[in-house]
């Protein structure tokens, strides 16, 4: 090959690399277009992400609360019941 088809060469690989490093570019923008457009939407959903958090949070402390009640209302009952049967007053 002579130096002029090897300059040839090197020519079309940098002009190539100039149009990738566009392309590249151009997605980058629109990639942070994407993710400016996210970060809004987001600020205007997490308070309402954080009510319901704190909704989820409270119902599995009632949720626990009923349980125990139930538990203990049952072992007082079972108490009340057994004791009608074996303990006599006279």
């Known amino acids: 090959m002579s130096d002029h088809e090897i300059l040839n060469v090197i020519l079309n ?7 990738t490093l566009d ?9 942070k277009q994407k993710l400016d ?3 809004q939407m ?6 309402s992400i954080d009510e319901l958090i704190g909704v989820l949070k ?6 626990r609360i009923v349980f125990w009640l ?6 007082a ?3 009340i019941v057994w004791s009608r049967d074996h ?3 006279s």
Do not use: L, V, Y
Request: proline share 2%; charged share 25%; aromatic share 6%.
């Open 13 to 19: 690989r940098m002009n190539h690399q100039d149009r």
């Open 23 to 31: 392309e590249i570019k151009n997605q980058q923008s629109d990639m």
């Open 37 to 39: 457009t996210h970060m």
């Open 42 to 47: 987001e600020a205007d959903i997490r308070p």
């Open 58 to 63: 409270g119902s599995k402390f009632i949720g």
């Open 70 to 75: 139930c538990s203990i209302a049952g072992a």
């Open 77 to 79: 009952w079972g108490f």
């Open 87 to 89: 303990i006599k007053i």
